[in-house]
């Protein structure tokens, strides 16, 4: 089983920052099969990036990803109020299709 | 627009077991790998089962492996999670969700599964 690892736990931020969010995979993920998912509460997982870096339908290009093998990234480049939530990443190349344990995002 | 509409969530004691259902009206249905993803009380989300588009290949969370069992009818757009031997770490929402596909993925909004006595 491939884990993932994400950091910060908690990342406290102001609108207009940039966001710089980790996930580290224990193996190599498999042909970057790397996801990013954002949840606020009470909704369901929204895809932001999935292939580690092509933007998911209707994603607005301040979201952006990158990295592979075992070591990925989200960047949100200028962060909007509807930014802070919780972001997810899950690695679906090879089962079980495994989640990090998130990163929430807070207004500092 | 797609909608995916779970069911079947309800309150059963450690032991017992649950069938739920995701119905997927007016999509091509047939045409997706299922997913079944779920998120306890507070806590992040857990892949749990995966099932291909025709229903012949099936994959398992350790955690579920032997317990739970994913099938399909494509006939009826829908998509089934059988859970028995239900434990108090079960208790969750249940979220059925479909395979990322042209740029994006389908999930339902969810349905909650509570194990206890």
């Known amino acids: 089983e491939i884990v993932l690892t994400q950091s910060p736990g908690t990342l406290s931020l102001s609108p207009g920052e940039r966001a710089t969010l980790s996930c580290r995979a224990s193996q190599s993920v498999s042909s970057s099969y790397l996801a990013w998912y954002q949840q606020k509460p009470g909704q369901s997982p929204r895809l932001l990036i999935y292939g580690a870096s092509a933007r998911a339908t209707g994603i607005p290009d301040r979201f952006s990803g990158s990295g592979s093998g075992t070591d990925f990234t989200l960047t949100i480049s200028r962060l909007e109020p509807e930014d802070f939530a919780v972001y997810y990443c899950q690695q679906y190349g090879s089962s079980p299709y495994t989640f990090g344990q998130g990163t929430n995002l807070e207004i500092k | 627009e797609v909608q995916l509409l779970e069911s079947g969530g309800a309150l059963v004691q450690p032991g017992g077991s649950l069938r739920l259902s995701c119905a997927a009206p007016g999509f091509s249905f047939s045409t997706y790998g299922m997913n079944w993803v779920r998120q306890a009380p507070g806590k992040g989300l857990e892949w749990v089962s995966g099932?291909?588009?025709?229903?012949?290949?099936?994959y398992f969370a350790d955690s579920v492996k032997g317990r739970f069992t994913i099938s399909r009818d494509n006939s009826k757009n829908t998509l089934y999670l059988q859970m028995n031997s239900l434990r108090a770490e079960d208790t969750a929402v249940y979220y059925c969700?479909?395979?990322?596909?042209?740029?994006?993925?389908?999930w339902g909004q969810g349905t909650l599964v509570t194990v206890s006595s």
């Open positions: 099932i291909s588009s025709s229903g012949g290949i099936t």
């Open positions: 969700a479909t395979s990322k596909r042209d740029a994006t993925d389908y």
